[in-house]
């Protein structure tokens, strides 16, 4: 994409109609506003949209439902928001994936980056490596030595081809210089769930997806995906520790429909910001390594675009390519 097509993209991602032709309502919102959540319940997307959007109902006294349409990396319910009215009525939790499409897919249902309007980031994402217990393997020197001594045979999961447990695992594979099989799954719940069952042997995923497991010992945390190691996890090594300059954090954040107007967004972007500085909602969410995280909706744009560059690279060090 050239610099004027971005310019262009970066226009459509934050700009509004606020011409005469719409009044905003005297107390937006009226009635309530549907969330999609393009991932399945239990997942981390989930959870974020879950404990932020229960505040915002307290804060503005209006529901705020939750409405989970996985599959398809986030596609299908993308496409339900980019096609909605944009009223302020329908909007969206989505991460770093709605980006990362752009360049999986030959041909998606709506522009990423045109079909949206940004309205903030909700948390910092970092992941966790782990494992089934039945793997020998205790840190990342023990995983990256197993994925040499059987090549092609380690089975790690995904929320599905693009999501970030997959682009993470393949730019760690790169940078160890291991090859490993990818399982995609509907969400990132039914990939932890399948390597509790034995399905696959890894993942790396965001911990809000583990969290529940590893105290009871289904499952074996390895490492985190940040540069150094979390303060909520400070005995957990960082993967660079071993891996020297790995770094895969993500984030998640709220999306409307182009066009949406800018007093609506505005408002939203105001509430959120409330929401995840709520002491008790930003406690709930740091415990799972979900760092509260809010941008305007020009510093989000920014961001955007800014990762739609960088994981075109990811996404080619990953080999993966849908038609």
């Not at 939750?66 to 990396?73: E, L, Q, V």
């Not at 039914?190 to 911990?207: H, R, S, Y």
């Amino acid at each position: 994409m050239n610099t004027t097509r971005k310019l262009g993209a970066c226009v459509g991602i934050i700009a509004c109609a606020c011409g005469t032709a719409w009044a905003q309502p005297a107390a937006y919102p009226a009635r309530p506003v549907r969330v999609v959540v393009v991932f399945p319940a239990g997942g981390a997307t989930d959870i974020v949209a879950r404990f932020v959007f229960q505040k915002m109902s307290e804060q503005i006294g209006q529901q705020f439902p939750i409405d989970n349409r996985g599959g398809a990396g986030g596609i299908i319910g993308a496409e339900i928001v980019a096609k909605s009215p944009p009223d302020g009525y329908t909007i969206m939790v989505y991460s770093q994936t709605l980006v990362a499409n752009a360049h999986l897919y030959r041909k998606l249902p709506y522009d990423p980056l045109k079909d949206f309007t940004g309205v903030s980031t909700l948390t910092r994402l970092v992941l966790m490596l782990a494992v089934h217990p039945a793997l020998p393997v205790r840190n990342t020197r023990d995983f990256i030595g197993l994925a040499k001594a059987r090549p092609g045979e380690l089975l790690y999961g995904s929320a599905g081809i693009g999501a970030s447990q997959h682009l993470s695992m393949s730019v760690l594979a790169n940078m160890a210089g291991v090859k490993m099989n990818h399982v995609p799954y509907k969400g990132g719940t039914l990939a932890v769930q399948a390597m509790i069952a034995g399905e696959i042997q890894a993942i790396l995923t965001p911990v809000a997806e583990v969290y529940p497991h590893l105290k009871s010992g289904r499952l074996r945390p390895i490492a985190v995906s940040s540069p150094q190691r979390t303060t909520q996890f400070p005995d957990v090594p960082a993967i660079a520790e071993t891996v020297k300059g790995y770094d895969f954090t993500s984030w998640f954040g709220v999306f409307s429909p182009a066009a949406t107007p800018r007093p609506v967004v505005d408002k939203l972007n105001a509430e959120l910001k409330k929401a995840v500085a709520d002491p008790d909602v930003a406690a709930k969410l740091s415990a799972q390594t979900l760092d509260p995280m809010h941008l305007s909706p020009e510093a989000f744009a920014k961001l955007i675009l800014s990762d739609y560059d960088r994981l075109r690279s990811v996404v080619k060090m990953s080999g993966a390519r849908i038609e």
